[in-house]
């Protein structure tokens, strides 16, 4: 139990963790990316219009002053001095012509195929590898001019890479951190469930003094009163109810800590099965009920084969004693895939997914009344679960039709 409620405890907030690094990395990088992504789209809407001076290629000083001039458009002065472009014209009659002096490592074969790319993609703007370009059509020719955005690009990747080594260490660090102190942030809830325990034992021991008294004075009253006398019937069958419900009160409260350490090794559980299903025969047919199998033979399992079949007894037990009178209870196990698959169908009122959900917490009954006559109290089916957790399994309950109730269980 302690060690499931420290990887719960690690597990929330190491998903916590990890959303809010992710939602500030996302955060800063859309901030980063608009304000890139701004300063190439307005650097090239400076260059197709001519709002300012262009550089030749190795001028350095006119590099410098077209970030000056460009810094005035808004645009950050250090990716204005960095720009480097090339131009490619069509004209009317379908000529290209080419201009790399703004730019260096390109060859005309690679700008004219940049170029064709572009153009037959049919976007005005767009981006083709580390380039952005933009086309303008003027007194019939067609402009294609490309950005080089390698550096804009590379700073981008740099930022991502960097951000995600500091988150993973962050990580790292918060993993070990929820690790150590885990234990004095789960101690308040061990404690309360310790005392629980504790509360339910000594409870348990209190109460059966006075009810071992009292089914001993009605043995008195028995003899003088005789064994048909109706008062003494009803307080016999309290006394038997009482003790059953300390009973497992006290299974309860050891259940859960036996099942987690309860030792696991390799055994039939094909034959497990088997045998809590034939331990149920008779009672199926003392309640003139069926109890059919299907079970595939042979299967072999790693895990507790006490458990396993306190598991399958419980869920038999309990489809016998809610299954009316001529009803058939249906057990089946098989392989699953990669998994076992266990279920025990029966018929039974309509239940609510309310119901549903809730069936496996402790004392959760969904008819008071009927489980009076059955003598249940809402402990063995989380008993079961707690089996099926200990094994890293799943169990459910769903309504396969009206009138039929299903529990699978997953190993």
Known sequence: MVKSLRKKFVMVAMISVVIVILAIIGAIYAVLLVNVRSDDDQIL????QNEVALPKGGDDEGFEKFAKEASKYGVDRNAASSTRFFEVTYDANGNMNINLSNILGISEQTAEHYADQAVASGNDSAYIDD?????EKKDGTTQVIFLNCFEDNQTLRAFLASAFLIG????VVMFLVSWLLSPKAIAPYVENMERQKQFITDASHEL????????ADSSV???ELGENNKWIRSIHHQIRRMDQLIKDLLTLSKSEEMIEQAPFASFDISGAVESSVNNFEALADSHKKTLTRQIEPGLVYNGNQENIEQLTAIL???AIKYTPESGEVTVTFGQDGKHLALTVTNPCQEMSEKDLKRIFDRFYRTDSSRARKTGGYGIGLSIASAVVDAHKGKISAEMIDDNHIQFQVIL
Do not use: F, H, Q, R
Not at 131 to 135: E, F, L, Q, S, T
Not at 168 to 171: D, R, V, Y
Not at 208 to 215: A, E, M
């Open 45 to 48: 809407k400076l260059i197709s």
């Open 168 to 171: 993973g260490m962050a990580l």
């Open 131 to 135: 380039y952005k370009y933009v086309i």
């Open 208 to 215: 059966k003094t006075p009810l071992s008294i009292i089914s």
């Open 221 to 223: 009253l028995e003899m």
């Open 316 to 318: 038999i037990d309990n």
